[in-house]
């Protein structure tokens, strides 16, 4: 079955701009997961949804970066004014209900900022 | 902060088993231990996870101590294919992120 596919696999951009990164889940999921991952660093997290709501949004590094999930499916991540340190490969995972549940990862979307 | 302590890094010889340690002496009991592998360039893939009792999939098995302190991810048969970087991690039965340590760099050689 389809896995959880993330859109644009590569990003390079701008310092300045703003990008917007997209992740959909596996179908009847409803827990969604954005980390990112810099070169050679371990998966840091950025936000989870259940279902449209972010109960957990602690990991967003800056208010720069915001989510939104519509129709407990979808997901986009949009970080405005994009900085260098911004570069990093940002993964999506999805569960079937909760953390304790497998997350199943996407490939990323390889982000760099010129 | 990673509950978990893993080697930094393994070699396996091809067609044998690897044994891939894991100690989280810290574990509580509601809480389980998850098996992930990254190979370059692509996102987490799930291996395996387990409770208390040891587990075996079509990947690998888990071994689990008694006192669940440690456990031992196990590819009976790596391939070169299996190269890739193991993470031991630790997700409580209700809503937890996955917090994952450096992990294990695993090596397969010819």
């Known amino acids: 079955g389809a896995g959880v596919s993330q859109s644009p696999s590569n990003k390079v951009t701008e310092k300045g701009k703003d990008v917007e990164l997209r992740c959909d889940p596996i179908s009847g999921h409803t827990a969604l997961y954005w980390y990112r991952q810099s070169l050679g660093q371990g998966l840091e997290f950025l936000i989870y949804?259940?279902?449209?709501?972010?109960?957990?949004k602690s990991g967003l590094p800056s208010d720069r970066f915001s989510a939104e999930r519509t129709g407990g499916s979808v997901s986009t991540l949009t970080i405005q004014r994009t900085q260098q340190e911004d570069s990093a490969v940002y993964l999506c995972?999805?569960?079937?209900?909760?953390?304790?549940?497998?997350?199943?990862f996407g490939p990323g979307t390889r982000l760099t900022v010129l | 902060d990673a509950k978990t302590t893993q080697p930094t890094s393994m070699d396996c010889a091809e067609g044998r088993a690897a044994n891939l340690p894991c100690n989280h002496s810290?574990?509580?009991?509601?809480?389980?231990v998850y098996w992930y592998r990254q190979i370059h360039s692509q996102g987490p893939q799930y291996i395996i996870h387990g409770l208390k009792n040891n587990e075996t999939n079509e990947m690998a098995s888990l071994i689990i101590t008694e006192d669940r302190k440690s456990s031992t991810l196990i590819l009976p048969h790596a391939t070169l294919r299996d190269t890739a970087v193991y993470y031991c991690i630790v997700i409580k039965t209700s809503y937890d992120k996955v917090i994952f340590g450096p992990g294990t760099s695993l090596s397969v050689i010819p």
């Open positions: 995972a999805s569960s079937l209900l909760s953390g304790k549940d497998t997350q199943y």
């Open positions: 810290t574990i509580s009991g509601n809480e389980y």
């Open positions: 949804f259940q279902g449209n709501s972010a109960p957990d």
